[in-house]
């Protein structure tokens, strides 16, 4: 059984073939995207960097293409992800210099 999505207005008879054509389009883009990343695993388990990674551009050039919305989303919201890296490299490195101060410290204690 095939569902077939019908448009809301049933006046203009053109208008579930332009939908339709949109959206068959939109799934042949998904389809040659994965198509394309599938092969550049495969192409970069089999040892051949440069082709793997020319199809994986292109693989994600068609993801990117597809996806404008979910990218635009994503873009808007990289400085508070970069922000808040930051931030948890910065505690990250305070820690890593406390516990140096205090491994100077210790030799300096069994040292005497």
Same mark, same amino acid.
């Given at each position: %059984?095939?569902?077939?999505?019908?448009?809301?207005?049933?006046?203009?008879?053109?208008?579930?073939?332009?939908?339709?054509?949109?959206?068959?389009?939109?799934?042949?883009?998904?389809?040659?995207?994965?198509?394309?990343?599938?092969?550049?695993?495969?192409?970069? %388990?089999?040892?051949?960097?440069?082709?793997?990674?020319?199809?994986?551009?292109?693989?994600?050039?068609?993801?990117?293409?597809?996806?404008?919305?979910?990218?635009?989303?994503?873009?808007?919201?990289?400085?508070?992800?970069?922000?808040?890296?930051?931030?948890?490299?910065?505690?990250?490195?305070?820690?890593?210099?406390?516990?140096?101060?205090?491994?100077?410290?210790?030799?300096?204690?069994?040292?005497?």
């Amino acid at each position: %059984m095939v569902v077939v999505p019908l448009a809301a207005s049933g006046n203009d008879p053109e208008t579930p073939a332009v939908a339709s054509q949109t959206s068959d389009s939109a799934y042949w883009v998904r389809v040659a995207a994965a198509g394309a990343l599938a092969t550049s695993g495969v192409l970069l %388990m089999a040892g051949k960097r440069r082709a793997g990674l020319a199809v994986a551009a292109a693989g994600t050039t068609l993801t990117i293409l597809d996806q404008q919305e979910t990218v635009r989303a994503w873009w808007g919201r990289l400085p508070g992800y970069l922000e808040e890296l930051q931030s948890i490299l910065t505690r990250v490195q305070g820690a890593v210099d406390e516990l140096s101060a205090q491994g100077e410290r210790l030799r300096n204690i069994i040292s005497r």
